[in-house]
C-alpha cells in the first residue's frame, strides 16, 4: 500500500510518500480500505518528534481515516452492525496517513447518511475529544455558556456546532476579525479578538459579570488563571491540549470560592474499552443530528495524501477554519 511517513522528526518536509506492506487486522479489528485520512495537530506533534505513538501502534501518523470494510471476522463484524463493503470512518491511534488501515471495531462508525468520505474523515478526532471533553467529563448541559478558546480550529468548530445543537450559549476567542466572523457563521453567539481584545473583560461584560459555565481549553499557560476568573460559581475547565505554555500561576483560593472543577485529559492513550463508550453515545446521540443536518463537519482544504507536507505547513500556519484532509483518490 502507500502510505505517508516520518522519515525523522523535523518539518513538513519529512513526510513523504513510501510503500508498506498492507496491514493484518487482529482479533476485535476491522481493515479499511482508506478513501480520507483527517490531519490533526497531534499528527504535527508526532512529525516533531513530541508525541510518540502507544506501544504497538503503527509509527506511521493519522488519527482518524474514511473509507470502506475490507476485512475482519464475521464476529467482529457482526458485533459492529457491519459487513465487508460498508463505508466507515473511524478513530484511530496511529496508521491513518496510508491507503490500508486497521481500527478496533468499537471504533468504527458508519458513515452518517449524506455524508462523503471526505467528510467524514474530519469526524471521528474532534469529535470524540469534544464529546469526552464537553459532555462527559465537564457535563456542558442546555442552558449553560461555553467558552471556546480558539473557536476557528478543527476543535472549536466542532465545539460551536455541538453545544449549539444541545441548547448551549457559545462564546469563542479567535486570533482576527475574519476568523471572529466565520466563528460566528458557524453559529457561535459571540466572538473575541483575542489579539485585540481581553477575554476575561469580555466574557463579564458578555455574561453580565457572572461568568461561563464551561471552558474548553486548548491553550494552558498563562490562559489558566484567567479563565478561573472568568468562569462562574460552580464552572468546569476542560483543558485538553498546552499549546500556551505547561506552567500557570494562580490563585488557588479563587477554585475554592467559586467551586471549580479543572479537568485534563488526554485520548490517544485510553483504552479501547474507553473509546468504545465514546462512539457509542457518538452514534446514539450525535449521528442522528449529523444525518438532520443540524450538525456538519466543516472542511477548509482538502490535499492529495502525497501532499501531506503542505497539509501540515497549513495546519501550522493557523490560517485555517475547521478541518483539513487528505483524499486518496488523488494520491
Request: with cysteine.
Amino acid at each position: 500500500m502507500q502510505a505517508i511517513e516520518i522519515q525523522k522528526p523535523g518539518g513538513p518536509e519529512v513526510l513523504v510518500p513510501t510503500q508498506r506492506p498492507d496491514p493484518l487486522p487482529k482479533a476485535g479489528e476491522l481493515l479499511i480500505a482508506v478513501t480520507a485520512s483527517g490531519v490533526n495537530r497531534p499528527d504535527v506533534l508526532q512529525r516533531k518528534g513530541l508525541y510518540p505513538m502507544p506501544p504497538g501502534v503503527s509509527d506511521l501518523p493519522g488519527l482518524e481515516v474514511a473509507g470502506t470494510v475490507a476485512a475482519g471476522a464475521p464476529a467482529d463484524l457482526a458485533a459492529a452492525g457491519l459487513k465487508i463493503g460498508d463505508r466507515v470512518c473511524a478513530l484511530v491511534a496511529g496508521g491513518g496517513y496510508a491507503q490500508q488501515c486497521v481500527a478496533p471495531v468499537g471504533q468504527c462508525l458508519p458513515v452518517p447518511k449524506g455524508l462523503s468520505d471526505i467528510e467524514a474523515a474530519a469526524l471521528p478526532e474532534t469529535f470524540f475529544t469534544v464529546w469526552q471533553n464537553l459532555f462527559q467529563n465537564a457535563r456542558l448541559a442546555a442552558g449553560e455558556t461555553l467558552l471556546v478558546q480558539g473557536g476557528s480550529s478543527g476543535i472549536g468548530v466542532t465545539a460551536i456546532h455541538l453545544a449549539k445543537a444541545f441548547g448551549v450559549t457559545v462564546i469563542v476567542t479567535a486570533g482576527s476579525d475574519e476568523k471572529c466572523a466565520a466563528c460566528v457563521q458557524q453559529g457561535a453567539d459571540h466572538a473575541i479578538n483575542y489579539k485585540t481584545q481581553d477575554f476575561v473583560a469580555e466574557v463579564k461584560r458578555l455574561t453580565g459579570g457572572r461568568g461561563v459555565d464551561v471552558v474548553l481549553d486548548m491553550v494552558g499557560g498563562d490562559y489558566l488563571p484567567r479563565e478561573v476568573e472568568c468562569t462562574a460559581e460552580d464552572g468546569r475547565i476542560a483543558l485538553i491540549a498546552v499549546q500556551g505554555g505547561t506552567k500557570a500561576q494562580m490563585d488557588v483560593a479563587a477554585l475554592l470560592r467559586k467551586r471549580l472543577w479543572i479537568i485534563g485529559s488526554t485520548l490517544r492513550p485510553r483504552s479501547i474499552a474507553y473509546k468504545t463508550v465514546i462512539a457509542q453515545e457518538l452514534r446514539e446521540r450525535v449521528w442522528p443530528l449529523i444525518e438532520a443536518g443540524k450538525v456538519r463537519p466543516v472542511i477548509h482544504t482538502v490535499f492529495p495524501a502525497t501532499q501531506a507536507a503542505q497539509a501540515h505547513a497549513l495546519m501550522e500556519s493557523s490560517v485555517h477554519v475547521g478541518k483539513i484532509v487528505l483524499d486518496w483518490s488523488r494520491a
